[in-house]
T-cell receptor
Framework: KAGVTQTPRYLIKTRGQQVTLSCSPI?????VSWYQQTPGQGLQFLFE???????NKGNFPGRFSGRQFSNSRSEMNVSTLELGDSALYLC??????????????FGSGTQLSVL | QQQVKQSPQSLIVQKGGISIINCAYE??????FPWYQQFPGKGPALLIA?????SEKKEGRFTISFNKSAKQFSLHIMDSQPGDSATYFC??????????FGKGTTLSVSS
């Protein structure tokens, strides 16, 4: 079974731009969660989508948004990029929703650099 | 209340030694405590997890010890190997919410 696939692997953007990251979950998984990883803050939860509906949301500004398609693939969008948005963005898929204790399988992430 | 505090931030252990990483939490509603292992360039991978109804869980060289009254749990890596060199994250969660992760411990096992 193929793992969680995140594209692109690396991104360089400038302040004020917007960016879209993509995540393809493991086949059959309906839950996709997004995390931001930085050296100082560790992993911080952004949001979770399950069957195309946002189920949980972390404490991030509205510039961070996401969606999930009928094939469970998910995209995350960050608008009006700030320098502090530079981070590794991780996607995790699960067979069950986080609320049901689903085991998380992480992708290798998208490294975003904002200049 | 929602934080998970992890220590130490970094750890150097000799090959064959025991690596110990500690985590503490405040929210007594947490009922799931996993540990994740992350190698450079890769995403975290679930290593081992425990529920609060047991005080210890062992899988190979990896053991979680859980102290419910102290609200602490720890990861012990016995006979540490250079291949164990990675960043380790503890996490805690409850039904209906996302996992809260510690800030990570970078383990280096010297040969």
């Amino acid at each position: 079974k193929a793992g969680v696939t995140q594209t692109p692997r690396y991104l360089i953007k400038t302040r004020g731009q917007q960016v879209t990251l993509s995540c393809s979950p493991i086949s059959g998984h309906r839950s996709v969660s997004w995390y931001q990883q930085t050296p100082g803050q560790g992993l911080q939860f952004l949001f979770e989508y399950f069957s195309e509906t946002q189920r949980n949301k972390g404490n991030f500004p509205g510039r961070f948004s996401g969606r999930q398609f009928s094939n469970s693939r998910s995209e995350m969008n960050v608008s009006t990029l700030e320098l502090g948005d530079s981070a590794l963005y991780l996607c995790a898929s699960s067979h069950r929703s986080l609320g049901q204790g689903g085991k998380l399988f992480f992708g290798s992430g998208t490294q975003l650099s904002v200049l | 209340q929602q934080q998970v505090k992890q220590s130490p931030q970094s750890l150097i252990v000799q090959k064959g030694g025991i690596s110990i990483i500690n985590c503490a939490y405040e929210n007594t509603a947490f009922d799931y405590f996993p540990w994740y292992q992350q190698f450079p360039g890769k995403g975290p991978a679930l290593l081992i997890a425990i529920r609060p109804d047991v005080s210890e869980k062992k899988e190979g060289r990896f053991t979680i010890s859980f102290n419910k009254s102290a609200k602490q749990f720890s990861l012990h890596i016995m006979d540490s190997q250079p291949g164990d060199s990675a960043t380790y994250f503890c996490a805690a969660g409850e039904a209906g919410t996302a996992l809260i992760f510690g800030k990570g411990t970078t383990l280096s096992v010297s040969s």
